[in-house]
């Protein structure tokens, strides 16, 4: 079978004060129907970016697919019309911002905001598309949905905003719902809740899911695979359980240890935290022939400067792209 | 425990709210409601807790960078809440913080060394060259080259403007550092840095930690004791063992059970234990325990009193009625 979105040797570049920068630099993957996949990484490591592209909302002017191709059930998007890929957005492809806040209306009721999705994509009536808003109200479990229907942004919790976010990215059942750091402001209760509403709307739905985030232990609850991105460049992929337990590139070993994580039961002994000393490299060294994880790496040699590691594959689908993938 | 190094008793801060209209009733924040804890000597106390629930506020309050409406706070058997003047001074040599986001805690306009030695300035009556040699020794200390002095704070990276954070805190050499979520604005790489960075930094200068964190991860790794707060309110106080291990109040478990677990044996041991809902607003509290409307454990007496604080076991203490009657049973 087709996968249902297939990205091949995407790059994007980003026009900056100093050149071109590649953010996105030969990423490829597939996402299979009903899938969940999850991106982690740090801050400026290209995780938003592969979203963006997906969605067609790279900034304007400044950022743009150099080469390689996005396809959606067959259909190439990197080359698609506008009103194609406004049609796609919401229909098919939908997704939830990190900060429900700043992402929703101030000045509109949820619900105009939700029946607003209903009427451009569905064409419903106001009435349809209204009564519908109620129904997915209730199906995101915001309590009284009929009375919450009328309410503004500011009068809901962060945890109520960011499942109008969903009822309104789920309101014309997509096929893939891309969620850009859901649970970043929210509390951990709160983010147990929303994990738990979007594991059921995926098996109630079918809805295959791209998780983007920097925690692995969201990771491990919630997704099938995982691609580990560092400075645009994919460090590994595979299945999560596999890859938690058996990392294969330094960097996915070293975001796994540097999180202090409780364990059960909880003994005196406290984990020595590993530290990946320095930082991201800056956008200007992107593009470069190396690997760039070098400078912050503990199994670093000659080769790693030398050239770009090549990917190496493990069973089960396992890809690490490091020198010393099958040392570690 | 060690003797109290510094005990807070019965601390509430409260903050008025803008009438409703002309003729409205004055109402009342309030953001911490008696609360009660104590740090030994080189110890590491966390407060715990979501949004809201006061855990800043009381730290600020400790600091005295809000007023307390009510309470004490001892510092080494010294009141210390509520002197001002030179008694003042004296407090903040002693007592310094590390702020959440270390891009608005520092003033961009001021070189890194200025920012470090600002409180050697306004606090100590050092001469030129001693603050000098201070701040020099700060900046190895935490891991800064001394040809970073000169820079701002805008060529930094967020690690190490915390870095300088951590510096300017530990100027006045403090017996106690206040951390308000010093990792949260942080990228997890850069987080474990600062962790293992503060942890050294407490041997080294035997400093006692209040550490203010939402992330229990992080919470585990860094403290002795922990108290949990939910609205205003200690609801469970207890070593780091035994709160994790056996959790007594239900909050407490809620919030243990929704942390997620990164290996499958961590994940199969633990219950999830869903609280629906949301707190409830903070300016017009329910009678009774605060955590009634969503405790899956509710009894009619939790609408009606509100849980005291008592003790469940060796210095293990827990508000909750439940836990009372278990207690009283065993």
Not at chain 1, 98 to 112: A, W
Not at chain 1, 215 to 236: F, N, Q, S, T
Not at chain 2, 124 to 134: F, G, H, R, V, Y
Not at chain 2, 228 to 250: C, I, K, Q, T
Request: net charge negative; proline share 6%.
């Amino acid at each position: 079978m087709d996968p249902l979105l297939k990205i091949e040797n995407l790059r994007i570049e980003l026009q900056t004060r100093a050149g071109v920068a590649p953010v996105i630099d030969d990423l490829s993957f597939e996402l299979a129907a009903g899938e969940a996949i999850s991106f982690v990484g740090e801050s400026g490591c290209g995780k938003s970016m592969t979203a963006l592209s997906i969605m067609g909302l790279l900034p304007e002017g400044i950022g743009r697919v150099a080469s390689g191709s996005i396809q959606f059930a067959g259909e190439e998007l990197t080359t698609a019309s506008r009103p194609r890929l406004r049609d796609l957005r919401g229909n098919d492809i939908s997704m939830i911002f990190q900060e429900p806040m700043t992402s929703l209306n101030p000045v509109y009721t949820v619900g105009e905001q939700i029946a607003e999705v209903l009427r451009a994509h569905q064409g419903l009536s106001r009435r349809a598309a209204w009564n519908m808003a109620i129904e997915l109200l209730d199906a995101v479990r915001i309590p009284n949905a009929k009375s919450r229907v009328s309410s503004y942004p500011f009068q809901m919790s962060g945890g109520q905003r960011q499942r109008v976010m969903i009822a309104m990215a789920l309101a014309c059942k997509p096929k893939i719902l891309i969620a850009d750091e859901p649970t970043t402001a929210l509390d951990v209760t709160v983010q147990a809740q929303i994990f738990d509403l979007l594991r059921d709307l995926r098996r109630d739905t079918g809805t295959a899911i791209i998780l983007i985030t920097h925690d692995m232990g969201a990771v491990a609850e919630m997704a099938d695979r995982v691609i580990v991105m560092y400075a645009g460049r994919k460090a590994e992929i595979g299945p999560v359980e596999q890859i938690i337990e058996h990392p294969r590139h330094p960097y996915t070993k070293g975001l796994i240890s540097c999180v202090p994580h409780i364990h059960t039961p909880l003994t005196e002994e406290r984990e020595e935290l590993t530290e990946i000393p320095g930082i991201v490299p800056s956008l200007n060294d992107f593009g470069a022939d190396s690997c760039l994880f070098a400078s912050r790496c503990a199994w670093r040699t000659s080769d790693c400067t030398k050239a770009r590691p090549k990917p190496v594959s493990f069973e089960g689908g396992q890809i690490a792209d490091c020198w010393h993938a099958e040392a570690i | 425990m060690a003797d109290p190094f510094l005990q807070v008793d019965n601390l509430s801060v409260h903050f008025a709210l803008k009438r409703k209209g002309m003729f409205g009733a004055k109402s009342v924040l309030k953001a911490v409601d008696d609360v009660s804890f104590s740090v030994g000597r080189g110890e590491t106390l966390a407060i715990v807790g979501e949004s809201g629930s006061g855990k800043t506020t009381a730290a600020l309050a400790v600091a005295q960078l809000v007023n307390a409406a009510a309470g004490s706070v001892k510092l080494d058997g010294e009141d210390v809440l509520g002197v001002q003047g030179d008694a003042l001074r004296a407090m903040r040599e002693r007592v310094q913080f590390i702020f959440q986001d270390p891009y608005s805690s520092l003033n961009p306009r001021r070189r890194a060394e200025d920012l470090v030695r600002e409180p050697l300035d306004s606090l100590t009556d050092n001469t030129k060259a001693e603050k000098q040699q201070i701040v020099d020794e700060l900046f190895a200390a935490v891991g800064l080259r001394k040809e970073q002095q000169r820079l701002f704070p805008h060529q930094f990276s967020g690690g190490q403007r915390q870095r300088i954070g951590i510096a300017r805190a530990l100027a006045t050499r403090p017996e106690v550092i206040i951390c308000d979520e010093p990792v949260s604005a942080l990228d997890v790489a850069v987080q474990a840095q600062i962790l293992n960075l503060l942890r050294r930094l407490q041997t080294e200068f035997g400093l006692t930690f209040l550490f203010i964190s939402h992330d229990l991860g992080v919470v585990q790794h860094v403290s002795d004791r922990i108290a949990v707060m939910y609205m205003g309110r200690v609801v469970e106080l207890a070593d780091r063992l035994s709160l994790f291990n056996s959790p007594r109040h239900p909050y407490t478990k809620a919030l243990l059970s929704a942390v997620p677990a990164v290996s499958r044996k961590d994940r199969a041991a633990r219950q999830r234990i869903l609280i629906p809902g949301d707190p409830p607003d903070p300016v017009n509290l329910p009678a009774g325990c605060r955590f009634a409307s969503r405790c899956p454990h509710v009894m009619p007496i939790c609408k009606e009193q509100e849980p005291m604080m008592q003790n469940v076991g060796t210095s293990h203490l827990t508000a909750c009625h439940l836990t009372e009657q278990e207690e009283a049973a065993v």
